[in-house]
């Protein structure tokens, strides 16, 4: 699935969120289970949700316990982010399984996995600023600030999308290959934070 394809489920996701706009709703996926597009929707809907996670945990005012239930819920929604990059790189590693890899192949900094979740973290910059421009409440000197840095959030989406799709085709043309670090997080583990397996 190239960058285009992404965008598309990435900006359905984000905007179907803001229908209630709300950290609490449900989550109804409308894909079929099973679908990439379906993991791309589901990987959208985690980044949006904690999204606001983040803008919450920020209020000054936000009483003790409510900022450490919050804390958590960031920390389980980092920990769903890395599992679903993992899963997008288990589908590009399965589409690209039967390529021939030229023995001059490179490798990218990036998986394309983590290259998927660069590109749904700049769909919600992009829609988030957009708001700014849009407020009524603000003055015309942050609207043209918010202006100036929507227009290269728009740039940077077109660069980092010809560049991931020159990627894959790279990737299916044997010239760069897929070499996937899994995360390894350690902080969730039971078994590796010490803070935990000491208690």
Same mark, same amino acid.
């Given at each position: 699935m190239k960058a285009e394809n992404c965008i598309k489920i990435f900006e359905k /996701?984000?905007? +179907?969120?803001?229908?209630?706009? +709300?950290? &609490?709703?449900? !989550?109804?996926?409308? !894909? =079929?289970?099973? $679908?990439i597009e379906c993991t791309m929707y589901q990987k959208s809907w985690i980044d949006t949700v904690q999204w606001h996670y983040e803008d919450i945990i920020r209020d000054p005012n936000i009483e003790p316990a /409510?900022?450490? +239930?919050?804390?958590?819920?960031?920390? =389980?929604? %980092?920990?769903? #982010? $890395?599992?679903? *990059? =993992?899963? @997008?790189? +288990? &589908? &590009?590693?399965? @589409? !690209? %399984?039967? *390529?021939?890899?030229?023995? %001059? /192949?490179? @490798?990218? $900094? =990036?998986?394309?996995?983590?290259? *998927?979740? #660069?590109i749904s973290i700049l769909c919600l910059k992009i829609y988030h600023m957009q708001e700014q421009v849009a407020r009524t409440d603000a003055d015309s000197n942050h609207k043209q600030q918010c202006l100036n840095k929507l227009n290269i959030l728009l740039e940077q989406k077109e660069d980092l999308s010809a560049s991931f799709n020159d990627l894959l085709d790279e990737i299916q043309k044997g010239e760069k290959q897929i070499k996937v670090y899994r995360q390894m997080k350690m902080y969730n583990d039971d078994t590796l934070n010490p803070i935990l397996y000491k208690k």
């Open positions: /996701a984000i905007t +179907d969120y803001h229908v209630k706009d +709300d950290v &609490y709703q449900s !989550f109804t996926n409308p !894909f =079929e289970e099973g $679908t /409510a900022g450490m +239930d919050m804390k958590r819920k960031i920390d =389980e929604s %980092n920990q769903n #982010r $890395t599992d679903v *990059v =993992e899963q @997008l790189d +288990d &589908y &590009y590693i399965s @589409l !690209f %399984n039967n *390529v021939s890899i030229q023995s %001059n /192949a490179k @490798l990218n $900094t =990036e998986s394309p996995g983590w290259v *998927v979740d #660069r």
